[in-house]
Each structure stands twice: as C-alpha cells, then as structure tokens.
C-alpha cells in the first residue's frame, strides 16, 4: 500500500499548481482522500477531501474556490488544483487515506497512510 505525492514546485504569487496523489496497493475509489498541508512550525491542517460514500468535495475556508480535488478512478490517483495560490498557501502537501465519518474528516489520527509530502512555495 503506498501512495505517491507530487507536483509541487515553486511559483509566484496568483499562480497554479496541480498536485498528483497516486496509489498503488489498494483501490483509491474505496477510500476517502484527503489533502493536508503543514508549514514550517505550523500543525498539520486540513485542506480538501473527496470521501469515499458520496463525490462531494470539502475544502478548507481557507482554500474554497481556488482549490480543486478530484479523483480519476482508471489511473487510481487524487488531484489538487490550486489556482490563485498566495504565500500563505507554502506549505509541504501531503494526501492520506481513511474512511473517516465527515465530522472527523479533519482528524489527522484517523487517517491510515500518507504520502510522502510535496512541497509548495509561494514567492515572488
């Protein structure tokens, strides 16, 4: 069972990124994905999530409306477009795994395996 985060990289500020979460091991559809970020001396934090009963996407107010998940079911693999990024968006990016009931789809702890991470930064 592993998955494989990538995509990240370095841009500007009002760029974008697609962020690539592949999986290998078990059947992605089956599960709910979630993206989490964590910056330097911050908490790991909830971004993005698309559950594994229904294919309505969460997001983090924070990110609402220039983020995107979505998940291609042939190739196994989650997606996170990040359009207008801001500075404040650099962070390492990691997908995770799990089932988890919509009221703990932020829980770090419940989540069954993560990625490797990405890293993101914004900079002018």
């Known amino acids: 069972v592993q998955l494989q985060a990538s995509g990240g990289g370095l841009v500007q500020p009002g760029g974008t990124l697609k962020l690539s979460c592949v999986a290998s091991?078990?059947?992605?559809?089956?599960?709910?994905v979630s993206w989490f970020r964590q910056a330097p001396g911050k908490e790991r934090e909830w971004v993005s999530a698309i559950r594994h009963t229904d294919t309505n996407p969460r997001y983090a107010d924070s990110v609402k409306g220039r983020f995107t998940i979505s998940r291609d079911n042939a190739k196994n693999t989650a997606y996170l477009q990040m359009n207008s990024l801001k500075p404040e968006d650099t962070a390492t990016y990691y997908c995770?795994?799990?089932?988890?009931?919509?009221?703990?789809?932020?829980?770090?702890?419940?989540?069954?395996?993560w990625g490797q991470g990405t890293q993101v930064t914004v900079s002018s």
């Open positions: 995770a795994r799990g089932r988890p009931s919509l009221g703990a789809i932020r829980n770090v702890q419940i989540y069954y395996d």
């Open positions: 091991g078990f059947t992605l559809s089956a599960y709910t």
